[in-house]
């Protein structure tokens, strides 16, 4: 089984709150508390929605016990590689020295080397494995693609107008080619 937790949270935006005001033609500070939670959760939804993570953040996928080697990392696109820690029996942790593997960040993907092993430690038998890694786009909005950008603007844009979950009196149609569209142009390109 594999989770992942966020050790670190990203420490800027995708997108500023003047970017998003700019688009909503707002003058007014009266909802900037509000559209700053409606850029997180466009963020989050477009996190989730990629499998990407999209500001820097350093990530930790737990796993009960050593994977099958190579082993590709969740969430990308990948940085850097930090740890990989281990739990034995006597829930002592140790580190496994990296001479043993190679990350490479074009793939997310961990290897062993041609001498490298596992440690010969027996594990315990959940949450044995961590490996800590840094992933994201870079470390500001302006490092996350135009698309993906463009994709939260309309998904806070939407949120902002319309705040009820259920619009009565109308017929309500999926309009083409908008959130979904543009982050599936995104989607389809390997990082």
Known sequence: MRRITVSTEPSAKPLELSE????????????D?????LIGAARRYVEQYLNRKLITQTLTEI???????PYELELGPWQSLTSITYVDLEQETGTWDSSNYFFDA??????LTEDGDTPDDDLREISSVKISYVAGYGDAGD???EDIKN?????????????????KGTIVSRIPLTVDALLDLVRDIPI
């Open 33 to 37: 508390t509000f559209i700053t939670s």
């Open 143 to 145: 490092s996350v693609p």
């Open 20 to 31: 998003v005001k700019n688009y909503l033609k707002l003058d007014t500070d009266a909802d």
């Open 106 to 111: 074009d793939t997310g993907r961990i290897a």
């Open 151 to 167: 994709a939260i603007k309309l998904m806070v844009a939407h949120w902002y107008r319309n705040r009820e979950p259920v619009v």
């Open 63 to 69: 796993l009960d016990g050593w994977p099958v080697f």
